[in-house]
């Protein structure tokens, strides 16, 4: 089945400075890649998402790249501030039978510095 | 509000006990999918159906049960409770089939056992 790795597991960095976190994936079939925002106790909140069939995603301060041939993705924050401190979870799925279900990273706790 | 509703929010039990957890998709999703995230941890695959049959399975364990009902909702089934069992479990839907795999999560049930 889909493994995916995710580092950092935690990142702290100034206000206003950038934020980086990467995944690879292990399974060629995957084809949809979403990040997941988590502040405590709360629900995973969808905040931005790639297919296969493109390279690099932008929403204002957040953008996502894909690299297909080296099973690898990032999220790419800008611009951070506080409200951005939160767990960042990427996630790979596929769209065949059996396949659609996320398989989730193990996290990355972002904390911003005022 | 992402539009799947879970009930209930919280739920404290005795060990040894049974409980049921309930997910509302949203209107329009068949696919229904159950993660399990314990402490400071990442999101655990459970189970997913799609239009009311079984479609993938991860960890569950067999103590764990679930089914999708003709009106969409789902209920997960947890017996023989342990200690260990203590986490949010959430709900997540989706259009599922090949449309896309596009999940938004419930506001998950925190379980505790005591």
């Known amino acids: 089945g889909e493994n995916v790795e995710q580092h950092p597991s935690t990142l702290s960095v100034q206000e206003g400075d950038s934020a980086v976190i990467k995944c690879t994936y292990s399974d060629s079939a995957s084809n949809y890649f979403p990040w997941y925002k988590q502040e405590l106790g709360k629900r995973p909140q969808l905040i931005i998402d790639i297919r296969s069939n493109v390279g690099e995603k932008k929403d204002q301060r957040i953008a996502v790249t894909l690299n297909k041939t080296a099973k690898h993705f990032s999220l790419h924050i800008t611009e951070t501030q506080p409200e951005d401190s939160a767990v960042y979870f990427c996630?790979?799925?596929?769209?065949?039978?059996?396949?659609?279900?996320?398989?989730f990273g193990t996290g990355t706790r972002l904390t911003i510095i005022p | 509000d992402s539009g799947v509703t879970q009930t209930p929010k919280h739920l404290i039990t005795a060990t040894g006990q049974r409980v049921t957890l309930r997910c509302s998709p949203r209107?329009?999703?068949?696919?229904v999918y159950w993660y399990q995230q314990s402490l400071d941890q990442g999101l655990q695959f459970l189970i997913q159906y799609y239009n009311g049959e079984e479609r993938a399975k991860g960890n569950i364990l067999e103590r764990f049960s679930a089914q999708q009902f003709p009106d969409l909702h789902s209920e997960l089934n947890l017996s023989s409770l342990e200690l260990g069992d203590s986490a949010l479990y959430f709900c997540?839907?989706?259009?599922?089939?090949?449309?896309?795999?596009?999940?938004?999560f419930g506001q998950g049930t925190r379980l505790t056992v005591v």
């Open positions: 209107s329009g999703d068949l696919s």
């Open positions: 996630a790979a799925s596929g769209s065949d039978f059996g396949n659609e279900k996320l398989t």
């Open positions: 997540a839907s989706s259009v599922g089939g090949t449309y896309g795999t596009e999940a938004f």
